[in-house]
């Protein structure tokens, strides 16, 4: 996504929502950068991810990262890609030990199986997946036990890069909704889509700037 792309988006944004207009006068640029991880590398960075914080998500990543690839041999570029790779043939060796030594609990260790099993079954989905729109990937990864609505939108949003996710599960999102329209209580899917219309067709960027507010919120208490 490029700058232009960003401008673009910052301008159509901040006229059609005056709620998103003041959150992006306050937080600047959007830096949203997909990640640029294999499809099941990102998946399951995505499962990790399932409900914990972002810090505690990447602190276990890191480890599960570098017990399966080992300690860097040669220089920087080296530790960035063990950082970033999940080999599935080493993964399904795992045993359960080994993966709480990794921080990683019983659901996630039985999700990530269950993703193991299926990706060996389907060895054409991964391939496929950066051709798919949203909602064939929604429809292929969601019947996998473990994975759900809100585990495929950030599969979407942060590895894939894909410009109109609306994560309405994500309870940060929720939160900063409820902050910014000034509503009673955390809004419902039905209401954040009809919030979220003037967003379209990026709805991604939108959320990255919901999440941002709540740092704005935070700063200023």
Sequence with gaps: MSTSFYKKVRKHLSGNCPVMKQIIDRVGPCTLTPNGDDPFTLLVRC????QISTKAARSIYERLAATLNGPPTNGADQEKRAALTIPLAKLAKFTEAKYKECGISGPKQRTMRAVI???KANPE???SIPDLDDNDIREQL???KGVGPWTVDMYLLFG??????LAVGDYGIKVAVKNQFNLRKLPDAAKMTKLAKPWEPYRSVASWYLWRSLELKADDE
């Design 125 to 127: 989905l991964l391939p």
């Design 160 to 165: 894939l890069g894909r410009p109109d996710v």
């Design 142 to 144: 969601t019947v996998i």
């Design 47 to 50: 499962i990790i991810s399932q």
């Design 117 to 119: 099993d299926h990706v």
